[in-house]
């Protein structure tokens, strides 16, 4: 499994009052994954190096 782009004690604080199942982490990991490497498609795209929030 690679590194996880997500910090589980922070998603608990988020979800407070539930609990959370020990696969969640790694599944939003992998989206956070993708929306990073579709930001960088838009940068790219857009001629650019830097990726911006407007890329999400």
Do not use: H, P, Q
């Amino acid at each position: 499994m690679a590194d996880s782009l997500v910090v589980k004690a922070k998603i608990k604080d988020v979800a407070k009052g539930y609990n959370v199942a020990g696969d969640f982490a790694d599944a939003l990991s992998d989206k956070v994954e993708a929306l990073v490497k579709e930001s960088c498609k838009r940068a790219e795209a857009n001629g650019r190096k830097t990726v911006m929030a407007k890329d999400l």
